[in-house]
C-alpha cells in the first residue's frame, strides 16, 4: 500500500533558525495535505497541494510540491515559540475513496 | 462552541471491556473518519464514512467496530478491549466534492486499556 515518509522525525531549533520538514511517497500524489498538531492539541489543516511543482507560502511558512508530485516540503523562516508542534503530511493518491495516508511527523521543538 | 466534539476525552478501562467512543459534529459535512494514533506513528485511519449508508474499513480497523447513527453522529466501538488499543483516537470531518478536502479533526479522545 502507500507510504508516505517523512523526516526528521524531531527538530530542534534556537528560536531565529530555520526549519525544514521533507514528505516523501513510495506512490505519485494526486495532491497533498499538510496539518500542524500543538501539543496536547488536535491536527488542524494548514494548507493543500494539488499541482506539481507548486509553491505556496502563508507568513513565514512556505510549502513545495515536487514536480513528481512524491515529494513535498515545508519551510519555516526564522521560527517562533509559536511554531512548536509536531507537523504532518497527508497524501492522497487518487481513486474514490478519497483517504488520505499520514506521515509519522515532525516534532519541532524552539528553544527561546 | 466546537464544531467536532468528542466523548469521553479521557477513558481508563480493562482488557475485555466493551467500549464506545463518540463523536458528534455540527458542521454539516457528510463524511466523517475514526483515526488513531501513536507515539511516532502519526494518524492511522481506522473507519470512515461518506453518509449514513456507507461505511468503510481503514488500514487499522481490526478490533474495533463503527455506528453512523446520523449525519451528525459516528461512533467507535471497541468490542473487547486489549492493551495495544491504547492511543489517541481523533474524530474529524470534511465536505463531499471531487478530491479529499481539508479535515477537522475533533480534540481527541485518550483511551487506558489496563
Known amino acids: 500500500g502507500q507510504q508516505v515518509m517523512q523526516i526528521p522525525q524531531y527538530q530542534h531549533v534556537q528560536e531565529g533558525e530555520d526549519f525544514t520538514t521533507y514528505c516523501n511517497s513510495s506512490?505519485?500524489?494526486?495532491?497533498i495535505q499538510w496539518y500542524k498538531q500543538r501539543p496536547g492539541g488536535h491536527p488542524v489543516f494548514l494548507i493543500q497541494?494539488?499541482?506539481?511543482?507548486e509553491v505556496k507560502k502563508q507568513k513565514r511558512l512556505t510549502f513545495q510540491f515536487g514536480e513528481a508530485k512524491k515529494n513535498s516540503s515545508l519551510h519555516i523562516t526564522a521560527t517562533q515559540t509559536t511554531d512548536v508542534g509536531t507537523y504532518f503530511c497527508?497524501?492522497?493518491?487518487?481513486?474514490?475513496?478519497?483517504?488520505?495516508?499520514f506521515g509519522k511527523g515532525t516534532l519541532l521543538t524552539v528553544n527561546p | 462552541d466546537a464544531d467536532v466534539t468528542q466523548t469521553p476525552r479521557n477513558r481508563i478501562t480493562k482488557t475485555g471491556k466493551r467500549i464506545m467512543l463518540e463523536c458528534s459534529q455540527t458542521k454539516g459535512h457528510d463524511r466523517m473518519y475514526w483515526y488513531r494514533q501513536d507515539p511516532g506513528l502519526g494518524l492511522r485511519l481506522i473507519y470512515y464514512?461518506?453518509?449514513?449508508?456507507?461505511?468503510n474499513k481503514g488500514e487499522i480497523s481490526d478490533g474495533y467496530s463503527v455506528s453512523r447513527q446520523a449525519q451528525a453522529k459516528f461512533s467507535l466501538s471497541l468490542e473487547s478491549a486489549i492493551p495495544n488499543q491504547t492511543a489517541l483516537y481523533f474524530c474529524?470531518?470534511?465536505?463531499?466534492?471531487?478530491?479529499?478536502?481539508?479535515?477537522?479533526f475533533g480534540p481527541g479522545t485518550r483511551l487506558t486499556v489496563l
Open positions: 474529524a470531518t470534511s465536505e463531499v466534492g471531487q478530491g479529499p478536502h481539508e479535515q477537522f
Open positions: 497541494l494539488v499541482k506539481s511543482g
Open positions: 464514512s461518506f453518509d449514513v449508508k456507507d461505511i
Open positions: 506512490t505519485t500524489l494526486s495532491n
Open positions: 497527508a497524501g492522497y493518491s487518487g481513486g474514490s475513496n478519497y483517504k488520505l495516508t
